[in-house]
């Protein structure tokens, strides 16, 4: 059983999953794992209901993420975590192909923006050597593929190959950990370590920079 092979690794997991296909855990896993529900708009009533139950009878860890790609969108979440009460969550934008324009209004970066985000010399420090989303993450997929980052090429899988293997991997010939931002026009660009690192915004949009810094 996948989830069994999962219980054996000591270290703390997280379980991602649609509030419509939330996976029960029997009472003997339910001390390494939590849950990060994801929640896409509209929504089914029913189900959303059903889910609330269940992760209430799991009684495990859990937080929620909001996939957002309109202002209609942020609406509907804003009346769903008051009306349940809900703690810890995130919104989290989504590309559709067709809200570009949702995007340059409330993701992309402006001069203002860089500057006014606190950074220390530990995190500029952080940017030029890693990928703060990316790094030291591993995501293993129902069949057993394990990824650094789902967009990027596959280290190996779990039935093959040993995980040490596959850190080994993507430190030295992956794409994920260790993406800076040492591109065009990222490169030539004063702010260059003070932005977060690349994420996968930039990959689904196509575009190296979402900012309104450099064009």
């Given at each position: 059983m996948f989830v069994s092979f999962l219980d054996q690794l000591p270290l703390a997991k997280t379980i991602r999953c649609p509030y419509t296909g939330i996976i029960p855990l029997e009472r003997a896993f339910k001390t390494e794992f939590s849950y990060i529900i994801s929640v896409r708009f509209p929504i089914d009533r029913q189900q959303w209901d059903t889910s609330i139950q269940l992760l209430q009878n799991q009684r495990l860890p859990f937080e929620y993420t909001f996939e957002i790609s309109s202002d209609n969108d942020y609406q509907q979440a804003k009346e769903l975590i008051e009306e349940c009460g809900i703690e810890k969550y995130q919104l989290k934008p989504v590309y559709t192909g067709d809200n570009i324009h949702f995007f340059e209004e409330n993701v992309f970066l402006s001069k203002k923006d860089i500057?006014?985000?606190?950074?220390?010399?530990?995190?500029?420090?952080a940017n030029q050597s890693m990928n703060i989303y990316d790094f030291g993450k591993i995501n293993i997929m129902p069949n057993g593929d394990v990824y650094a980052n789902v967009n990027h090429p596959v280290l190996g899988t779990i039935y093959t190959s040993s995980i040490l293997e596959m850190v080994h991997k993507e430190i030295?010939?992956?794409?994920?950990?260790?993406n800076v931002r040492t591109q065009t026009p990222c490169d030539?660009?004063?702010?260059?370590?003070?932005?977060?690192?690349?994420?996968?915004?930039?990959?689904?949009?196509?575009c190296p920079n979402l900012c309104h810094v450099k064009k």
């Open positions: 500057l006014s985000s606190p950074i220390s010399i530990k995190d500029i420090f030295d010939e992956g794409r994920s950990w260790l030539n660009c004063l702010y260059q370590w003070l932005c977060p690192s690349p994420s996968d915004y930039e990959i689904a949009i196509g």
